[in-house]
């Protein structure tokens, strides 16, 4: 399979303009898996959603098209997409002749569902919708609803990922919390470019003491890890060092080359969350 290294990213590309599903590049998400202790079928379900805002096509008659793309991979998928691959794979849109926006949705649908599921079996669907301008000012704009860890004056000196710092009330009676932050940040694992994003962790279980939390979402600021990641290692850690029992990370990177990934991980069935922007992104 696949390693980051062996990607574009980074490397000079050339933009091809014309369709071409082989720009994909799929990375197995097994490797970063292991070293957080997850081997085999995780804790977790979940999926990514990204956006796409820089999707174009041409009508039969040449004429182009815009759209913006939400499309859902379930996490269980064996594989992840290279995000500058996705871009590149998009691109090539730009020149190509589709009957539709139905013709575009089915075509980026079998070709992610190919890309995260190869060498694996089909266990579900990836989900495409995509937006015609009509529909543009429907997209809401909405922050992560929660508690702010942010209005904590902590001091923060750790800037690679510490679960140390993680701590929780096992002697006290569980609580039900929704706790958000907007200082989450890491790098891209292969070019080092900043991520930027936003994350909402909620959980029912033992009281996790919310300035060590703070500081060790803050310890991710200089980690390099690619946005999925970075989502399943804080969720292991709180996982192992917290001892929730249910438990759900969210998190909303904010965009690069016109995509953004906003991956999501729960502990237990439930329906995920609305694809829906932060301000910041």
Same mark, same amino acid.
């Given at each position: 399979m696949n390693s980051p290294e062996d990607s574009l990213l980074g490397k000079p590309a050339s933009y091809v303009d014309h369709y071409d599903a082989s720009q994909l590049f799929p990375i197995a998400r097994a490797a970063k898996r292991a070293e957080i202790?997850?081997?085999? &079928?995780?804790?977790? !379900?979940? &999926?990514?959603?990204?956006? =796409?805002?820089?999707l174009s096509w041409l009508n039969l008659r040449g004429k182009p098209q815009v759209a913006l793309a939400h499309i859902m991979v379930p996490c269980e998928s064996p594989n992840i997409v290279e995000s500058k691959s996705f871009k590149l794979y998009l691109?090539? @849109?730009?020149?190509?002749?589709f009957a539709d926006a139905e013709a575009v949705r089915a075509c980026i649908r079998a070709d992610i569902n190919e890309a995260v599921w190869r060498g694996g079996p089909v266990q579900s669907?990836?989900?495409?919708?995509? #937006?015609?301008?009509? /529909? !543009?000012?429907?997209?809401?704009?909405?922050? #992560?609803?929660?508690l702010s860890l942010?209005?904590?004056?902590?001091?923060?000196?750790?800037?690679?990922? &510490?679960?140390?710092?993680? /701590? =929780? &009330?096992?002697?006290?009676?569980?609580?039900?919390e929704v706790?958000?932050?907007?200082? #989450?940040?890491?790098?891209?694992?292969?070019?080092g470019q900043p991520d930027w994003g936003s994350v909402q962790i909620s959980y029912s279980g033992p009281?996790?003491?919310?300035?060590? #939390?703070?500081?060790?979402?803050?310890? @991710?600021r200089n980690h390099n890890e690619f946005h999925e990641q970075c989502v399943e290692r804080i969720f292991m850690d709180l996982w192992t060092r917290c001892r929730p029992t249910k438990l759900a990370v969210y998190a909303?990177?904010?965009?690069?080359?016109g995509l953004d990934i906003n991956p999501f991980r729960t502990s237990y069935p439930q329906t995920l969350p609305p694809n829906i922007r932060t301000a910041r992104q």
């Open positions: 202790g997850v081997v085999g &079928a995780p804790p977790f !379900f979940g &999926a990514d959603l990204w956006t =796409a805002f820089e691109g090539s @849109f730009s020149n190509t002749k669907s990836v989900g495409v919708k995509v #937006l015609l301008p009509e /529909m !543009f000012d429907r997209e809401p704009v909405h922050e #992560l609803d929660g942010d209005r904590l004056d902590v001091e923060c000196s750790q800037y690679t990922p &510490a679960p140390e710092l993680l /701590m =929780a &009330a096992f002697d006290e009676q569980p609580v039900t706790l958000t932050s907007n200082l #989450l940040k890491s790098n891209c694992l292969v070019t009281q996790i003491e919310q300035g060590g #939390l703070l500081q060790y979402l803050v310890s @991710f909303r990177y904010t965009r690069r080359g």
